[in-house]
Every structure is written in structure tokens, then in C-alpha cells.
């Protein structure tokens, strides 16, 4: 199992993508956790896996750091267009994505966006858009499911919470069966939002691409912005356009930093 890798980022949200398109490589949950270790593994905060695919140009599997698989990378979807670097759709857990490069940057069409309860999910029905649930200072959040699940708490100065400490304990409520991404949110102006994301399966992110897709999309439902939005997270800026009950289209940057050899036996 020799497969090349790529070391890519999306606002510094960064990964290891494994290209086992002509080479298998066998992921399994520790492997993906010991190669994303920043001191003993390669270090990433999501592995990615490309396979050959029976529905799509390529598939993509995407594992958190601590070794879970999930359904959607929004920042890594750009990053593996950018590699396929002509028009691509990319089989996920999430549904068939399409995308288009455009050099250092690249454009993903996500599936429509989900609301239900059930779809996001959560332990209980509760209306989504208004959930009578706080965390201390965090309080009645909107949940989406763009493929993978999202809390959106709006607040007046994201930068004033302790993500850090609020992020886990709401990650890991049992409210959230799958567990959830824990997004605080300042509406800026009527096309800017500014965001911070304590990300499910990793921590605090420079950014997130998901993250940014529900939230733009939270934000126009609730009459708070309006579309196309620009999310601006601590790594950059992110271009989000959503109509209802259409798809979400991101747009924004995608970075190659060295391509590499590894062992993969050698993980886990
Ligand atoms: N932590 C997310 C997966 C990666 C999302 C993020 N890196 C993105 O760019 O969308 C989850 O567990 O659903």
C-alpha cells in the first residue's frame, strides 16, 4: 500500500488526501487517526480517501482526525476538484457533488439542504429552526443537515465565545445522536457573515467549509442575509449562494502544498 498523497488545504483547513484511485489502500478509523496526529502521523484535521468510483469521476471518503467517517468536507470537496482539475462530480456519503476548478480556487454544488429533525438528527422532534436548547450563553441554535450535521447559534460577537470549552460539550450532547459541527455566528452586514466552528471528530478549524454552506443557508431561511453571501472564518472567505429548495453552490480557495509517499501499513 503505497499510494501517493497530497497534502491540500482550504483556508487552512487541511488535509491528507490519498490518491488509491490504481493503488487500494485499507483505511480503518485508528490508521486515519494515526496518520492525522501533527507529531507522530502526518498530521491533518480530516483524512481523505479517492477511489475509483462506478457512479462518479472519483469517490471521495473523508475521515475526522479522531477517526471517524462522515459524510461531507465541504473545504476538502474543492481541494480534490482542484486535483482532478477539469469539471468532476465526487461520489460521497452525502450524494454525488459537482464541481468545477478554476486554478487555486474551485466551485461545489452541495445536495439540498435538510431541515427535518429526524434528517439532521436529533434525539427528539423539535422545530429546527428555533431549538428551545442552551449551553450557558449559547441558546436556541438553528440545525441543517448539508450532508453532514450542523448547529448554528447566532450571537453578537462570535469572537466573545469560548468555542473551545462550549464546542465539546455540544458536540457530544445526547441530543446529537451522530454527534454535531458547532458553528457561532455574527451577521455582519445583509451579505457577510462572520463565523467560527468547533468542528465534529476534530476541534476548532481555521475553516469549514459545511460549516459555512449551513450557516449561509440557516441565515437566509431566517431572513438575516441575503443570497449570495460572503462567510468570512479566521482562515478566509468563503462565497455561498442558496435559493430554497435548490442546491448550495461554494465557491472560494483550495491550496497544494506537497505531494508525498507513505507506507500506509505503517498506520494503525
Ligand atoms: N467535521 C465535519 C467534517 C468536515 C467538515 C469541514 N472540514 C468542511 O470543510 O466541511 C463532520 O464531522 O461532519
Redesign the pocket.
Known sequence: MAAPFHKMH?LG?DFVVIDARNDPVEMTGPRAHAIADRRTGIGC??LILLEPSSTADVKMR?F?ADG?E???????TRCVATLLAKPADIETVAGILKTRPQDSSASVLLNPPAFEWELIPLAMPMDTRDMPVGWETLERPMAVNVG??HAIFFVDDCDKVDLERLGPIIETDPLFPEKI?VNVATIVDQQTIKLRVW????GL?L?????ACATAVAAIRSGRVQSPVSVSLPGGELRIDWKEGGPIEMEGPATHVFTGTADWSQFG
Open positions: 482550504g483547513n484535521d480530516q473523508i475526522n471517524g462522515v459524510e461531507a468536507c465541504g473545504n476538502a453532514n450535521p459541527n468542528e465534529r471528530g476534530v478549524t475553516a469549514c467549509g459545511t460549516g
